[in-house]
């Protein structure tokens, strides 16, 4: 059975962007679903559970970051994910 891929954009709200802190949330948020979730910012993508990887993006605030989820709990990775950027994204504050 071929499963669809969910994809959603999410705005980085971070000052900073998407430094260590939101990346090592994102990416705890990922690990805890069976479902592979990627990352995508411009034409390059990483795996969601390297905090390396999300890092290597260089996202900068303000930037749009694609969201893939695809698997048996595509749909509640992506909620959870969703919830975190609804949230900060593990930011301590936003610094304008």
């Given at each position: 059975m071929t499963q669809e891929t969910l994809t959603q954009e999410f705005m980085v709200p971070d000052a900073l962007g998407l430094h260590i802190r939101p990346a090592a949330t994102l990416a705890r948020t990922a690990r805890q679903y069976r479902a592979q979730v990627a990352v995508r910012y411009e034409e390059r993508?990483?795996?969601?559970?390297?905090?390396?990887?999300?890092?290597?993006?260089?996202?900068?605030?303000?930037?749009?970051?694609?969201?893939?989820?695809?698997?048996?709990?595509?749909?509640?990775?992506?909620?959870?994910?969703?919830?975190?950027?609804?949230a900060g994204a593990g930011s301590e504050s936003e610094c304008n």
């Open positions: 993508e990483a795996n969601a559970e390297s905090v390396l990887g999300i890092l290597t993006l260089g996202v900068p605030r303000g930037a749009a970051l694609t969201v893939l989820a695809n698997g048996e709990d595509a749909a509640e990775a992506m909620a959870a994910i969703e919830r975190m950027f609804a």
